[in-house]
């Protein structure tokens, strides 16, 4: 096999193998109300824990290593309510049957491929979404709340689905031909994180949040005796908490690629590699004020093998170039060439020459 064929496909290998881990998790063994928890980690790390997903929450419960305690963590109950995907992405794509969504119902079902909203407790077959089998959408033919719902799909697959588009939405219709209604993985509250992210992710205990009107009980506890799930609780209460510590950090120094390159190693691990729609949206949160127009990234051209690539050793499998910016490098000879990221708009991708002086993103941690 030609060789230059066989590092290529090495590389796309190694893009499938690549894990996102936005947080590193500290237990802090000491008693402090909600407030003075988030003003700690604010100070020594990022803020209060924030969990993403099924994955932190195992993390997080390694991390507290500790059965017998309940910890604080960065959960908030506000007076604003939002439409979420159980997943936790965000909500860019609606496809709402007319007259809807009502209130107060708070959860999503579908009928014949339009949403409609309904009171959580009701009873409904649902589809669960499995992220590592091809067969991805999972009807599952049995009454159950919205919350069991969700309960079965992370015990047995990844959790109710998320529609992100129109093509989902009729793969889903055409999944539950058979149905009149299904849950789906939308649902509406008014919790939000210390860290201001949009993670929707929650793993409440049965029957929880329960003071839901009472303004004293706004904060969120792990019950680690409870498996490790949610309740809310007074925020005044004293007992220890997590931090997390962001993975990514923006330098605003004004370096080129290669001194930014040699900053973040020797200072943190690396330039970032964005590999995945999750660590763009990483990066997106992070390059919210620099102070140059583009924010270098760790990616790089070979002029070798006529391609781009991560610092981290990994092809670029995810591309976000900006419109009319050319991928191809001319004249390789002279100019080489490294990806930064447009600090405004849609957060695009640019090629530049390595010696232009710009703020950079390091990784924390590997």
Request: proline letters at 2%.
């Amino acid at each position: 096999m030609d060789q230059t064929l066989y590092f290529r496909l090495l590389l796309i290998a190694l893009c499938s193998l690549s894990e996102c881990i936005q947080h590193r998790y500290h237990y802090i063994n000491m008693t402090m109300n909600w407030t003075e928890a988030q003003r700690y980690c604010r100070e020594k790390y990022t803020d209060l824990a924030t969990v993403n997903n099924m994955n932190d929450m195992k993390e997080l419960k390694k991390t507290v290593n500790n059965t017998q305690v309940h910890v604080w963590i960065g959960l908030k109950n506000t007076s604003i309510h939002k439409w979420k995907w159980s997943l936790g992405d965000p909500v860019n794509y609606t496809n709402w049957e007319k007259g809807q969504p009502t209130s107060p119902p708070k959860c999503a079902f579908m009928r014949k491929g339009k949403w409609q909203s309904k009171n959580c407790n009701k009873k409904l077959s649902f589809i669960c979404y499995n992220e590592t089998n091809s067969k991805r959408y999972i009807l599952v033919r049995a009454a159950k709340t919205w919350r069991e719902a969700q309960s079965s799909c992370r015990q047995y697959q990844t959790d109710l689905i998320r529609v992100r588009n129109q093509n989902e939405n009729q793969q889903i219709e055409n999944i539950n031909n058979k149905e009149t209604h299904v849950w789906i993985g939308l649902f509406r509250d008014s919790w939000e994180w210390s860290d201001n992210s949009d993670s929707a992710f929650r793993d409440w205990k049965s029957n929880e949040p329960n003071n839901y009107h009472d303004s004293s009980v706004n904060c969120t506890e792990v019950q680690m005796p409870a498996k490790g799930q949610w309740n809310d609780a007074g925020c005044g209460y004293s007992q220890t908490f997590v931090c997390h510590e962001d993975k990514l950090i923006l330098i605003k120094q004004n370096l080129s690629w290669t001194d930014a390159l040699i900053h973040c190693r020797q200072n943190h691990i690396d330039l970032v590699s964005v590999d995945s729609e999750e660590i763009r949206r990483w990066v997106k949160k992070v390059v919210k004020d620099p102070s140059t127009a583009e924010v270098w990234l760790g990616l790089r051209h070979s002029c070798i093998l006529d391609t781009w690539y991560w610092v981290s050793g990994e092809m670029v499998c995810y591309e976000k170039w900006a419109e009319g910016n050319e991928t191809a490098v001319k004249n390789c000879d002279t100019v080489m060439r490294s990806g930064a990221v447009q600090s405004g708009g849609d957060h695009r991708w640019i090629s530049l020459p390595e010696t232009e002086r710009r703020n950079f993103i390091c990784s924390r941690y590997d």
